[in-house]
T-cell receptor
Framework: EAGVAQSPRYKIIEKRQSVAFWCNPISGHATLYWYQQILGQGPKLLIQFQNNGVVDDSQLPKDRFSAERLKGVDSTLKIQPAKLEDSAVYLC?????????????FGPGTRLTVT | DQQVKQNSPSLSVQEGRISILNCDYTNSMFDYFLWYKKYPAEGPTFLISISSIKDKNEDGRFTVFLNKSAKHLSLHIVPSQPGDSAVYFCAASPKTSYDKVIFGPGTSLSVIP
């Protein structure tokens, strides 16, 4: 079974530029999560999708971050414009059932550096 | 406000000895607790979990202990192996929403051969 795929793996941009990350969850997983992991901290949930609908985006900085999962499969997270404090690893995770936390499978992440 | 705390950023243990990783939480609504393991350049992988109705859960070399009154849990690895060297995240979720997992900052474990 293929795992959660993410691209790119690394990205370096200047502040005020825009960037987009892509995630393809495990086949059949209805729930998709985007996490932000700043160096020295644990992953923090940014947004959660159930199929193509948003379940929770309370911690997403909506003035600069956006995410979509149009067909209920893969997802894109965008930052526009980026700030220095957005430097982090962006992790995508998916799960088959929404209410089983131990079934969140994580991708390898995208390491973003904003200079 | 950090709801899940791991006060030891790093830990070194000799191969074959016991590794004990500690975690404290502040939110009394947390009902389900998890440990994730993360290797460099990889995403976290689920390791072991425990429900608040239990005080111990064991899976091979890994045992998690929960002390609800102290709001404390610990992960024991016995015996420790060099392949266990990784960052370990303690995480918790509330009964009202098990998918809302809150992660601690992690403890980097080094097992020395």
């Amino acid at each position: 079974e293929a795992g959660v795929a993410q691209s790119p793996r690394y990205k370096i941009i200047e502040k005020r530029q825009s960037v987009a990350f892509w995630c393809n969850p495990i086949s059949g997983h209805a729930t998709l999560y985007w996490y932000q992991q700043i160096l020295g901290q644990g992953p923090k949930l940014l947004i959660q999708f159930q199929n193509n609908g948003v379940v929770d985006d309370s911690q997403l900085p909506k003035d600069r971050f956006s995410a979509e999962r149009l067909k209920g499969v893969d997802s894109t997270l965008k930052i526009q414009p980026a700030k220095l404090e957005d430097s982090a690893v962006y992790l995508c995770a998916s799960s088959f059932r929404r209410l089983d936390p131990y079934e969140q499978y994580f991708g390898p992440g995208t390491r973003l550096t904003v200079t | 406000d950090q709801q899940v705390k791991q006060n030891s950023p790093s830990l070194s243990v000799q191969e074959g000895r016991i590794s004990i990783l500690n975690c404290d939480y502040t939110n009394s609504m947390f009902d389900y607790f998890l440990w994730y393991k993360k290797y460099p350049a990889e995403g976290p992988t689920f390791l072991i979990s425990i429900s608040s109705i239990k005080d111990k859960n064991e899976d091979g070399r890994f045992t998690v202990f929960l002390n609800k009154s102290a709001k404390h849990l610990s992960l024991h690895i016995v015996p420790s192996q060099p392949g266990d060297s990784a960052v370990y995240f303690c995480a918790a979720s509330p009964k009202t929403s098990y998918d809302k997992v809150i992660f601690g900052p992690g403890t980097s474990l080094s097992v020395i051969p």
